[in-house]
């Protein structure tokens, strides 16, 4: 008997408050989750009730909300909760072993952070009517710190996130290197990371590296920028693919990923396209990509879907209840302003930011059809989240009958050879 799987998925959800459930346009987006079998989010907050300290970094705003929050989460729908993300840590170990806590106690399938690297990267697993969903979740924005450690036999792992890295390379032709290497020379810029690694505190560098501080430069036809995904976490990954696929019918991957190329937000790093290409070529069935709070295009890859980025579905960074002393004292405030004081003056009272971002504040819900493994349909279901909307409503996902999130996708999409056709206020993807 054939067998058809359906799935739904969001980008990020930075939830701080409760949801009224009797909300009409809450039921709205809740029907459109729901009507899928496997349904996907990012949680980008950590949930506690103070039980960890800040830590010296954050992923921009120190992320928590009450363990209540998670009502909302459950009440959408949703089933698989991915947590690598570069908010994970911003309540140190404390915060992360309370988050993961009361994702258990809420019956959350979820993955990508945890007590060690092994736990952090495993897949979780997820049974369905028409089939098990494998989910895998790995980040390449985060604080070096935060990096989960690998057990040893002597040595204990280290809580944290399932990392993604890469490396980044700027090239320049013959005259810009020579001009960069007189600059070193001339400031010293180099005199200390030199000495130590004559001492063998830094690994040799290649034989046409040249380090500028702490970028590395090679000579090259054109000046441009290189990423690539680290082969080592590469391979991790694609062995947790390799695992899943023998245990489930569908395997997701989720990457967290920041990074850009060039200047616009809605452009990927190269390193995460060939990342999340590699994902597919192991056995994933669709990546979904999430972290810069805009959208991204879709490509179609071996007939299998990956969104580059699907935007927020919750942004509420605007009411979190709390914020360390570190905040503050980012932006000249001291002990007697309060968190309101503190996100207007980050915000310059309203007039910058990701909530004042039309391009943060619209976004979509994807849903795609597979059966018996194979790609049957993709639609895009245009939300926004209440821009512009008093407090209470502001940063809740809404339906839009608005087309122009959709006809951006489109374009966004086009240079990955996809195209999305809007019918009824629906975008298709065409493959």
């Not at 927020?312 to 302003?337: C, M, R, W």
Request: aromatic share 10%; with cysteine; glycine share 8%.
């Amino acid at each position: 008997m054939n067998q058809v799987m359906t799935f739904s998925a969001t980008g990020d959800s930075f939830v701080t408050r409760c949801h009224l459930k009797q909300d009409s346009e809450f039921q709205k987006v809740k029907e459109v989750i729901r009507s899928a079998q496997a349904r996907f989010t990012n949680l980008e907050v950590t949930i506690h009730d103070m039980e960890g300290f800040p830590s010296a970094q954050s992923g921009g705003t120190w992320a928590v909300a009450s363990p209540k929050t998670l009502d909302s989460i459950k009440d959408y729908g949703f089933n698989l909760i991915g947590t690598a993300n570069n908010h994970a840590l911003d309540y140190s170990y404390g915060g992360l072993e309370a988050t993961l806590k009361h994702l258990d106690e809420y019956e959350l399938v979820h993955t990508g952070t945890g007590r060690n690297l092994s736990e952090a990267g495993q897949p979780v697993y997820l049974d369905c009517p028409s089939g098990r969903v494998a989910l895998i979740s790995i980040t390449s924005s985060f604080h070096e710190s935060w990096v989960a450690g690998e057990q040893r036999k002597d040595v204990p792992g280290r809580p944290g996130v399932n990392p993604l890295r890469f490396s980044t390379t700027y090239l320049c032709k013959t005259e810009e290197f020579d001009a960069l290497k007189k600059i070193a020379h001339l400031t010293g810029i180099n005199s200390y990371d030199d000495m130590i690694r004559k001492e063998g505190f830094l690994p040799e560098l290649q034989e046409d590296e040249f380090m500028f501080g702490q970028y590395s430069f090679k000579k090259s036809q054109f000046s441009c920028v290189e990423t690539k995904p680290l082969e080592k976490d590469m391979k991790r990954l694609e062995n947790s693919i390799a695992q899943a696929k023998g245990q489930a019918d569908y395997v997701i991957v989720s990457i967290h990923s920041h990074q850009i190329k060039g200047a616009n937000k809605d452009h990927p790093a190269d390193f995460l396209v060939a990342a999340s290409k590699r994902c597919i070529d192991a056995g994933a069935h669709a990546v979904l990509g999430h972290g810069p709070h805009v959208l991204r295009g879709i490509e179609i890859y071996k007939n299998k879907p990956i969104f580059y980025s699907l935007g927020n579905f919750i942004f509420q960074s605007e009411t979190v209840s709390v914020l360390p002393a570190d905040f503050y004292e980012k932006y000249g405030l001291g002990p007697e302003h309060h968190v309101t004081d503190a996100l207007q003056k980050r915000s310059n009272n309203g007039t910058r930011g990701l909530s004042c971002d039309p391009d943060a504040m619209g976004s979509v819900i994807a849903t795609w059809t597979m059966k018996e493994g194979v790609l049957s349909e993709i639609k895009m279901i245009s939300i926004e989240l209440g821009y512009g909307l008093p407090p209470h409503k502001s940063g809740w996902p809404r339906l839009s009958d608005r087309i122009e999130v959709l006809e951006r996708m489109d374009q966004l999409s086009k240079p990955f050879g996809t195209s999305i056709r809007i019918q009824e206020g629906i975008g298709f993807v065409e493959f």
